[in-house]
Nanobody
């Protein structure tokens, strides 16, 4: 019903930049909140979220370095990552929460399959 596909991961040196994208498709009427999470050993942690109204929330570790943006018409979000650090190395997952489906139901929480980011010299 709903698919989220991430792209843009890769390898970069410390201090470098990457831009991640996530496109949501399927029987979607609206997605209230979309966001990025990352998997590090032992846990999946919040990176940033953005509502359909544009309100954003960031983890303290990425504030001032990462920027989340959204294109509601395309059900797409982006994560511009700058001044990357080795500690940012992780698999980054896109999330869609409170998804209104075309049949009117409120769908469950959805996840993409992840894109790997490696920061290393």
């Amino acid at each position: 019903q709903v698919q989220l596909v991430e792209s843009g991961g890769g390898s970069v040196q410390p201090g470098g930049s990457l831009r991640l994208s996530c496109v949501a498709s399927g029987t979607i009427s609206a997605i209230y909140t979309m966001g990025w999470y990352r998997q590090v050993p032992g846990k999946r942690e919040l990176v940033a979220t953005i509502t359909d109204g544009g309100a954003t929330n960031y983890a303290d570790a990425v504030k001032g370095r990462f920027t989340i943006t959204r294109d509601n018409a395309r059900n797409t979000i982006y994560l511009q990552m700058t001044r990357l650090e080795p500690e940012d190395t992780a698999v980054y997952y896109c999330n869609g929460d409170r998804v209104r489906l075309t049949d009117g139901r409120l769908g469950k929480n959805y996840w993409g399959q992840g894109t790997r980011v490696t920061v290393s010299s």
